[in-house]
C-alpha cells in the first residue's frame, strides 16, 4: 500500500538529526545538535522538484508564478522557484515547509526522486563553493536568484545563487543525479571543514528563506 511506502533522501550525514518528521512518507530532518553559526549544508530532497517541457512556455504559471522570459533567469515567489534552462525546459523547486499537489498537466515530470538536492548557505558560503566549481556564482552582472548548470565537485548540476554579497556570504541550491549523493555530501563537507560547515536541517533553511524575503 502507498502509505507503507517510505521514501528514502540520498543524502548521509554522518551525525543524526535531533528532531525529524514525517511528511509525504519522507523523514525530514528539521534540526540537528550544534548547527552552529554557519555556514550550513541542508538536505532538501524531500522538497518537490518538477521538470516542465512544452513548446510554449509563456501559456504556464506554475503554481502562478510567471515563468521566466530568458534562460539562466529565476522567479522567486512564495517559496516557489524556477528556472529558465532553455527554450522549452524550467525547472521548478518547491521550497516551502509544505507541499503543494503535482500540476495536472503533461508537460510536467516529477524528478524528485532521481536527484539530490542541497542547499550551501550561511557565513563564508562562496568560499567553500569556489573550492569546488570554477563556476562565478558571485558574477557581479547577475542579480541572484540567477541558474548555473555546469560541474561542481565534478558533477553535473543545476545550481542557483539564491543570495550572494562580497564577503562571500549568501548561499546555493542545486541539484545532481540521485546516485552522487554520497560523495557530493562528503566532498562538500570536506571542504568545508576549515569554515566550520555543519549539517543544518530544514528549519534553519527555512529561516534563512524567511529572511531573504524580508
Request: glycine share 8%; proline share 6%.
Amino acid at each position: 500500500m502507498m502509505a507503507d511506502i517510505q521514501r528514502k533522501s540520498p543524502v548521509q550525514f554522518d551525525v543524526e538529526a535531533t528532531k525529524t518528521e514525517v511528511r509525504d512518507n519522507w523523514k525530514v530532518a528539521l534540526e540537528y545538535d550544534d548547527e552552529g553559526s554557519g555556514p550550513y549544508l541542508a538536505d532538501l530532497s524531500h522538497k518537490i522538484r518538477l521538470d516542465l517541457q512544452n513548446a510554449d512556455l509563456a501559456a504556464y504559471r506554475p503554481y502562478d508564478v510567471a515563468v521566466p522570459e530568458k534562460p539562466g533567469q529565476c522567479a522567486f515567489e512564495n517559496g516557489v522557484l524556477l528556472n529558465r534552462m532553455n527554450r522549452t525546459q524550467v525547472a521548478v523547486w518547491h521550497l516551502a515547509e509544505t507541499g503543494a499537489a503535482m500540476p495536472v498537466d503533461p508537460a510536467y515530470t516529477d524528478v524528485s526522486e532521481g536527484t539530490v538536492f542541497l542547499a550551501l548557505f550561511g557565513p563564508k558560503a562562496f568560499f567553500i563553493a569556489e573550492k569546488l566549481s570554477s563556476l562565478d556564482f558571485l558574477d557581479p552582472g547577475k542579480q541572484a536568484p540567477f541558474l548555473m548548470q555546469g560541474p561542481f565537485s565534478h558533477v553535473p548540476c543545476q545550481i542557483v545563487t539564491l543570495e550572494k554579497n562580497a564577503q562571500g556570504d549568501g548561499g546555493i541550491i542545486f541539484t545532481c543525479s540521485r546516485g552522487y549523493g554520497h560523495s557530493m555530501v562528503h566532498a562538500i563537507m570536506d571542504a568545508g571543514a576549515e569554515f566550520g560547515l555543519r549539517p543544518a536541517g530544514e528549519n534553519r533553511f527555512a529561516n534563512w528563506l524567511r529572511a531573504l524575503a524580508g
